[in-house]
């Protein structure tokens, strides 16, 4: 069973930072679409940053672009999400996943193809 843990989240002020991570537990992620999502209370659970498996490919919800970059390093079996500039709209428990070998990272993030295991999710908030 493939077990994902996320790490890294926070509280933070207003224009802080935060790297979350995220791990495979027993597995390697090197296989694997990740796609880091976050559900905010009330409101859908949204993809946020996406990258295909083989690194190369990044995709991103247009409310972080520029703020939150995705990478993976398949030697370490991380996935990061580096996230600068923090608003208060981006408090939310943020979850990673891991998609398919050959899903696109736009789909991961548009969730149109098959998600194989969630994280357990890490709270990120933003409050000054």
């Known amino acids: 069973q493939l077990q994902l843990v996320e790490s890294g989240g926070g509280l933070v002020q207003p224009g802080g930072s935060l790297s979350l991570s995220c791990t495979g537990s027993?597995?390697?992620?090197?296989?694997?679409?990740i796609g880091w999502f976050r559900q905010a209370p009330g409101k859908e659970r949204e993809g946020v940053s996406c990258i295909n498996s083989n690194g190369d490919i990044t995709n991103y919800v247009d409310s972080v672009k520029g703020r939150f970059t995705v990478s993976r390093d398949n030697g370490k079996n991380t996935v990061t999400l580096q996230m600068i500039n923090l608003k208060p709209e981006d408090t939310a428990v943020y979850y990673c996943?891991?998609?398919?070998?050959?899903?696109?990272?736009?789909?991961?993030?548009?969730?149109?193809?098959?998600?194989?295991?969630w994280g357990q999710g890490t709270q990120v908030t933003v409050t000054s």
């Open positions: 996943a891991a998609g398919g070998r050959f899903t696109p990272a736009q789909a991961m993030c548009n969730m149109t193809k098959d998600i194989f295991s």
């Open positions: 027993g597995f390697t992620l090197d296989y694997y679409a």
